[in-house]
């Protein structure tokens, strides 16, 4: 009869167990010096060899030479356990005799001496199964059994164990085992049985089973069993259901080139294969961690567990993605994976996720959005030859203006475009920007007058969206000099706003006024002298029109006109249209000072 290669090549000795030296170093050294426990728990992954290595150590003591760490494997106890029907070895599987009288039934065999042998040993399986009760039925024997008894309880989930019982015995946690010793112990049981095999075949087959020498040594029998003697990469990968280079591409095609549809060409191709759509979803989160690992620690790292060919594929994709795209598809394909779960249509909740996928390539962070926000408008100015000049900033604005009679004009790109802040004088640019034109006649500097002057610098930071500007230029007192000195006293409220934009205004004084003109802030209004400011030198205080000495006596504006402002500010708009936010309260905090 047929025995499977997990069976047929099941380790009989310590040296033949794959991995796990810890284990085997500790246990080789406690019989080599006598001191043998016992209690043993063997905790780690399925298929890792715990109920293997609990064979081996009970073959270890029982052994006709023994206790030895090379069991002769041919002696009657060694030949008896290695064939499972040992009167001195009983395994119990603890998912079906987890109960309490199944636990008494083990007290009363423990207290009889074994029937030939040195030791009685007992493996329980699936020991975290076990329930409460029984378990503190078993805790007294384990603490102090005769002498003659070793236990040797072995589990996936360790952590479900009572810290009573986990006291009383020695701990042994089992490894994963690596995918490179998998493949090499695979390429041995195919030469055993004279298979030839691929190396990527015997790749996917060590990847599919997940760091377990059972699984994948099962998955090995169900390829031989289906393609015979000749094991090749691509045949053995559409027996596991992994993703195929095909599909790889195309998903890779469609998230570099924006093309939805071909998404949705994989899921259809999927369904008609019959395809588990969780499982697809499970395989291309590793496939979008394993690049964001090799964009993050190069094409050589060991922390992908991948064959060659796969490896220098998705090598090759890496430029077509940065780390951060990585993370987002990674993230959003994590999210996919558990709603497929419970999701009542799979296939729709897969085609949805992926074009997500698509979508997620043209977000923009936001900090780029943020940097947007303080790009600054454009100045182009058409004088006597029409060259453009650009500005800085909004905040720093050229000196290099025409003299002569001209036309200023204010190109604002606005890379997040503020509609509210066109006013009705304003025009398209051919670049999509807005246009605002004001003419100055550019008089002498001895016409210039303080009205005029906050007058002109008032419309033009009102027409740029600048309300804040041009509303503490309205409450502030100017004064002029024959030779272009103009000192601003603002109150001790806009100081701060006028001292930020000072260069701006002047900038804007010359645009109009000439390059003679110098604008300086002198002290606030009410007050003798500005910290830090030098007192006017030049020329003599001109009243105010009547609008301008009622708006400086009315200091602070009602607070729906206060309102209006703050919410037609650029900056705040445009976080509104973003976000679509909504402003719930707006508060004057001069109101507060």
């Keep these: 009869m047929y025995q499977v290669i997990a069976r047929k090549y099941r380790p009989q000795t310590f040296q033949q167990v794959v991995n796990q030296e810890h284990v085997k170093r500790t246990l080789i050294n406690a019989i080599a010096q006598r001191r043998i426990g016992h209690g043993y728990i063997f905790s780690g992954p399925r298929g890792t060899g715990k109920t293997t290595l609990a064979r081996i150590l009970a073959k270890s003591l029982n052994c006709e030479k023994g206790p030895t760490s090379e069991p002769c494997l041919e002696c009657p106890s060694c030949k008896e356990i290695t064939a499972g029907n040992s009167l001195d070895l009983a395994e119990i599987d603890a998912a079906s005799n987890r109960r309490i009288?199944?636990?008494?039934?083990?007290?009363?065999?423990?207290?009889?001496?074994?029937?030939?042998?040195?030791?009685?040993?007992?493996?329980?399986?699936?020991?975290?199964?076990?329930?409460?009760?029984?378990?503190?039925?078993?805790?007294?024997?384990?603490?102090?059994?005769?002498?003659?008894?070793?236990?040797?309880l072995c589990t996936t989930e360790p952590q479900q164990f009572p810290a009573t019982i986990v006291s009383r015995c020695q701990t042994f946690p089992f490894h994963t085992v690596e995918m490179d010793q998998v493949v090499k112990h695979l390429h041995w049981l195919c030469q055993e049985e004279e298979i030839t095999a691929e190396n990527d075949a015997l790749v996917a087959i060590a990847l599919a089973g997940d760091g377990s020498i059972r699984d994948s040594l099962s998955t090995l029998d169900q390829a031989i069993a289906s393609f015979g003697s000749h094991l090749e990469t691509q045949p053995v990968r559409d027996l596991l259901g992994a993703i195929s280079a095909e599909i790889l591409d195309t998903i890779t095609v469609a998230l570099t080139e924006s093309k939805p549809e071909k998404m949705l060409e994989v899921v259809d191709q999927l369904h008609r294969e019959g395809r588990h759509l969780q499982n697809f979803c499970g395989q291309l989160v590793t496939y979008f961690r394993n690049l964001l690992v090799m964009k993050i620690s190069g094409s050589e790292t060991r922390l992908i567990p991948s064959g060659s060919g796969d490896l220098k594929k998705m090598s090759s994709c890496l430029n077509h993605f940065n780390s951060a795209d990585l993370t987002r598809y990674l993230a959003i394909s994590l999210d996919l994976y558990r709603d497929l779960q419970h999701a009542p249509h799979p296939r729709f909740r897969l085609e949805i996720g992926l074009l997500k996928l698509v979508h997620a390539g043209h977000l923009t962070s936001i900090e780029e959005i943020l940097t947007q926000w303080g790009t600054p408008p454009t100045s182009t100015q058409t004088g006597g030859t029409g060259s453009p000049d650009s500005t800085e900033n909004h905040l720093d604005h050229s000196a290099d203006a025409p003299t002569q009679n001209a036309t200023s004009v204010h190109v604002t790109p606005a890379p997040i475009t503020n509609n509210r802040s066109q006013s009705p004088k304003s025009t398209a640019?051919?670049?999509?920007?807005?246009?605002?034109?004001?003419?100055?006649?550019?008089?002498?500097?001895?016409?210039?007058?303080?009205?005029?002057?906050?007058?002109?610098?008032?419309?033009?930071?009102?027409?740029?969206?600048?309300?804040?500007?041009?509303?503490?230029?309205?409450?502030?007192?100017?004064?002029?000099?024959?030779?272009?000195?103009?000192e601003i006293h603002p109150l001790r409220d806009d100081i701060a706003t006028l001292q930020i934009n000072l260069k701006s205004i002047e900038a804007k004084a010359r645009t109009i006024w000439g390059e003679s003109m110098h604008v300086t802030l002198g002290a606030p209004t009410g007050a003798e002298k500005m910290t830090g400011t030098p007192p006017a030198q030049h020329g003599v205080n001109t009243p105010r029109n009547s609008h301008s000495n009622q708006s400086h006596s009315e200091g602070i504006r009602s607070e729906t006109d206060i309102e209006k402002r703050a919410l037609s500010d650029p900056e705040v708009e445009a976080f509104r249209n973003?976000?679509?936010?909504?402003?719930?309260?707006?508060?004057?905090?001069?109101?507060?000072?």
């Design 578 to 593: 973003t976000f679509d936010g909504r402003v719930r309260d707006v508060r004057n905090l001069r109101s507060y000072s």
């Design 429 to 486: 640019s051919p670049t999509g920007g807005l246009v605002e034109q004001v003419t100055a006649p550019h008089p002498a500097a001895t016409d210039l007058t303080p009205d005029k002057l906050c007058d002109s610098l008032v419309k033009i930071f009102r027409a740029e969206g600048d309300d804040f500007t041009a509303d503490a230029l309205e409450r502030s007192k100017f004064s002029c000099s024959s030779n272009g000195h103009v």
């Design 101 to 152: 009288d199944d636990i008494r039934e083990l007290r009363e065999s423990v207290r009889y001496r074994p029937v030939r042998d040195r030791y009685k040993v007992f493996i329980i399986d699936e020991a975290h199964q076990i329930t409460s009760d029984a378990f503190n039925a078993l805790l007294k024997t384990l603490e102090e059994p005769p002498e003659w008894v070793v236990f040797i």
